[in-house]
């Protein structure tokens, strides 16, 4: 390359950094969107609204969209395609950041390259329950039971692809009870339902107020939760990691994302935002009645390390049972 050429790309390159730094400093310019992959009314707008809401007095308005269809694809895909001017941000989840990019033939965005990661707000927990009349009283007792009964237990899930889903086969790989049927519902609640009605013995819901309820009016026993940490609505249910399982992680997310190119400032100045918000102690309690457990010191880092190690976990489960979404 010429000498001119080289000075011209350097010229360009600083004029690009100096553009983003200076529209930085401005940031936001404009009503900041945010949008929620799925329609109004679930648990995403349960915690995207209060972000929101939080946000206003702290970096500026942020108005809050629901671009619903394909399991989150359309409104991840987006922002993905979306200017990097942090005007436009996702709420995404296990299910878009994870499982829609690898079990896509032809996905539109990829979770890595197409993203910034600004933080995780908080998980919630996959559990593991049966009905009252399964012989276990914990873990181990259901894998034992498992074993001796072969073909006598399945687990119902809120449908092919959910991490409930994911959740039954990495419990089926990890005990090697490859018998164990899977029995995909249209939702959770469906597949909770027929669990307390003892139609289907086990199931794989994510723990929320209703099945920590369930739980405790004995329609349901919680065996386990499978996050790496006790969930504190139910601290009394062991993780599945000190009942002896050590890989049995599943657990959805909700985070924060941005186009990439983003400019780190901006990116940085949401993340600091945010973890003031997830500092308040009312907002931890109104984010933990929604039925996650909040992350109040994540960040870029932080996020894109959690959003790493998801992946890869994931990628072998969806690889080894052949999901496809398309």
């Not at 936001?28 to 209060?50: K, Q």
């Not at 597949?191 to 289907?200: E, K, L, N, P, R």
């Amino acid at each position: 390359m010429k000498r001119r050429d080289l000075l011209g790309l350097g010229l360009a390159i600083l004029s690009g950094q100096a553009f983003r730094s200076a529209h930085a400093q401005r940031y936001p310019e404009r009503p900041i969107r945010l949008i929620v992959p799925f329609p109004p009314g679930g648990v995403n707008d349960a915690i995207g609204r209060p972000w929101a809401d939080r946000m206003r007095n702290l970096i500026g308005t942020v108005v809050v969209e629901n671009i619903g269809g394909a399991g989150g694809a359309l409104g991840a895909s987006s922002v993905a395609r979306a200017q990097p001017d942090g005007h436009t941000l996702l709420l995404g989840s296990g299910g878009t950041q994870v499982i829609i990019p690898a079990a896509t033939n032809h996905a539109q965005y990829d979770p890595l390259r197409d993203f910034d990661q600004i933080a995780i707000l908080g998980v919630t927990a996959v559990s593991i329950a049966v009905h009252p009349a399964v012989p276990a009283r914990n873990l181990m007792e259901l894998v034992a039971y498992g074993k001796a009964n072969p073909g006598k237990l399945s687990y119902g899930s809120a449908g092919s692809g959910t991490m409930t889903h994911l959740a039954g086969e990495l419990f089926k790989s990890l005990t090697g009870m490859s018998d164990l049927v899977h029995i995909p519902y249209r939702g959770a609640g469906l597949a909770i339902t027929d669990a307390i009605s003892g139609h289907v013995p086990m199931v794989m819901p994510n723990i929320t107020g209703q099945v920590i309820e369930l739980h405790k009016a004995g329609k349901l026993r919680l065996l386990a939760v499978t996050t790496p940490e006790r969930v504190s609505g139910v601290p009394e249910i062991p993780t599945a990691i000190e009942a002896g399982m050590p890989a049995m992680v599943a657990q959805n997310f909700a985070g924060l994302f941005a186009p990439v190119r983003t400019p780190k400032p901006i990116i940085e100045q949401i993340a600091q935002a945010t973890r003031t918000v997830m500092s308040d102690p009312d907002f931890q309690l109104m984010f933990r009645a929604s039925g996650f457990e909040p992350h109040v010191d994540s960040g870029p880092e932080k996020a894109r390390r959690f959003l790493d190690e998801e992946i890869a976990r994931w990628m072998p489960i969806i690889k080894a049972i052949g999901l496809r979404l398309d």
